[in-house]
C-alpha cells in the first residue's frame, strides 16, 4: 500500500525478500557471533525504554528455554508474574515484566505453537501480543 510506504519512507518500489543476503553479508563474522546480552543489559537498566521481547513456544531456531535461561540469569526482579492471555478463546501464552535495579524493565512474551517467525505461524497471536504491548495494556 502506498500510504504504508510513505508513512515508513519507503522510495521506489523495492521487492521484499523474507531474507536478504545482501543485508546480511554486510555483517563480519564477528558481529554476528558477538552477544546482545551487553547491549539489552545498557537498554533495560539505564535506556528508559519499554522492551518486550516475544518468543514462540516451538522455535527450533531460537527455542524458549534459552530465551528464559538468559533472561533468569540477569537477576531481575519480577514485577509482574507469568499470567496467561487469550486470542480468539484460545491460551495465546504467557507474560510477564521484570524490572532492573535502576528501574528500567523488560517483557517476556511466549506466543504458544509459534515458530521463529511468529507472525508468519501465529499471525492472530502476534497481532494480540504487539497491540496489547503498543497500546500500554501491557506496560
Not at 516475544?54 to 535461561?69: K, N
Not at 512474551?109 to 501480543?129: F, L
Request: glycine letters at 12%.
Amino acid at each position: 500500500r502506498e500510504d504504508v510506504q510513505a508513512a515508513i519512507h519507503v522510495r521506489g518500489h523495492p521487492q521484499w525478500l523474507e531474507c536478504s543476503d545482501n543485508v546480511s553479508n554486510l555483517y563480519t563474522v564477528e558481529s554476528q557471533r558477538a552477544s546482545m546480552v551487553p547491549v539489552y543489559r545498557e537498554l533495560v537498566e539505564h535506556g528508559g525504554l519499554r522492551i518486550m521481547i516475544y518468543s514462540g513456544t516451538a522455535d527450533s531456531i531460537c527455542p524458549l528455554q534459552g530465551l528464559q535461561r538468559w533472561i533468569w540469569s540477569q537477576n531481575y526482579s519480577i514485577a509482574e508474574d507469568w499470567v496467561p492471555y487469550v486470542v480468539g478463546g484460545q491460551s495465546g501464552g504467557f507474560t510477564t515484566k521484570l524490572t532492573a535495579a535502576g528501574g528500567g524493565g523488560i517483557r517476556v512474551t511466549t506466543v504458544t505453537g509459534a515458530g521463529h517467525m511468529v507472525p508468519s505461524t501465529k499471525p492472530e497471536a502476534a497481532a494480540h501480543v504487539l497491540r496489547q504491548f503498543l497500546s500500554g495494556a501491557w506496560a
